[in-house]
């Protein structure tokens, strides 16, 4: 069946080289010489009758058929080390920094997911809104932070957050019959963070024959604890709120709102010293398809 593939030891030159640009340091992930990764690449190419890399004097990049094989590779290789990892019982530890709301609000409540498929990998989360120094703290493997992105060569995009305005089915029931609407919105701790005027934007769509009142908080799983408990209409990102919109707890509404807000980034850094660990990019791998869901 799989007897026309290349072997395995030529991919994984391969896809060492593709992922670091440079036969040199895939030799050094590898631990072989730049000759043998060179002759693994010369015997892949041969085999396939392509050119899967443009050699230049100091560095290599991809063609496009390189590009397309090398996706494909890195995604099942590191498939490929996450199994090995379950049948052979080999346990490992993937340490994770994000901010309080993403923890609470969508990490924690979808690693059952990726516990069922990897067991064996023990993720340790820490939560804060505080920007790491991902140099300086060791114990860091992945971080995901939350804000605007910019395409740095170490960073991906996993999101662009939507915004929606969120309350219990009793309070969409009852809000006609309200005088004055309550909104829980956030006002940022971290001030690198854009801050949206939430008083203008609402100004502009609540009826006239209706007031508002704006209740902060610094924190979105206190919005969301507050709008669950009936306390008023939560504006709040759509993919934090996915669970209690699952099991019907809130609902959504007022559209005329949710199309003028704007939403900031959701993104992964995996720091330098952690770019040989396959287990961070196999758990990209996992979060990128989850939240994709």
């Known amino acids: 069946m799989f007897k026309h593939l290349p072997s395995l030891t030529s991919i994984k030159a391969f896809e060492a080289s593709a992922r670091l640009k440079s036969f040199k340091l895939a030799a050094e992930e590898l631990n072989v010489s730049p000759t043998a990764i060179s002759h693994q690449i010369r015997s892949l190419e041969d085999a396939l009758h392509l050119k899967l890399f443009l050699r230049h004097t100091r560095s290599v990049s991809l063609t496009s058929e390189g590009e397309l094989l090398a996706d494909t590779a890195t995604r099942v290789l590191r498939e490929l080390m996450l199994t090995v990892n379950v049948i052979t019982e080999t346990a490992d530890t993937l340490r994770i920094s994000t901010t309080n709301s993403f923890a609470a609000m969508w990490l924690v409540p979808n690693l059952g997911d990726f516990h069922n498929m990897v067991p064996k990998i023990d993720i ?16 860091i493997d992945m971080v995901i932070r939350y804000g605007t992105f910019t395409n740095q060569p170490e960073a991906e995009l ?18 006609n019959k309200r005088e004055d609407w309550t909104f829980l919105c956030v006002k940022w701790k971290n001030t690198r963070l854009t801050q949206q005027n939430y008083q203008e934007l609402l100004e502009g769509v609540v009826p006239d024959n209706k007031h508002f009142t704006i209740r902060y908080y610094n924190d979105e799983n206190q919005i969301l604890q507050a709008a669950l408990a009936g306390q008023g209409i939560a504006i709040l990102s759509e993919l934090l709120v996915k669970m209690p919109l699952s099991q019907g707890w809130l609902r959504q509404g007022l559209d005329e709102v949710s199309n003028t807000l704007t ?5 992964c850094i995996i720091p330098e010293r952690s770019r040989h660990n396959q287990t961070a990019f196999g758990f990209l791998d996992w979060l990128k398809n989850r939240i994709a869901c």
């Open 263 to 267: 939403g900031l980034d959701y993104y």
């Open 124 to 139: 340790q989360i820490r939560a804060n809104d505080e920007l790491n120094n991902l140099e300086a703290d060791k114990g």
């Open 158 to 175: 996993l999101i662009n957050e939507s915004q929606g305005c969120f309350a219990t089915p009793r309070y969409w029931q009852d809000l």
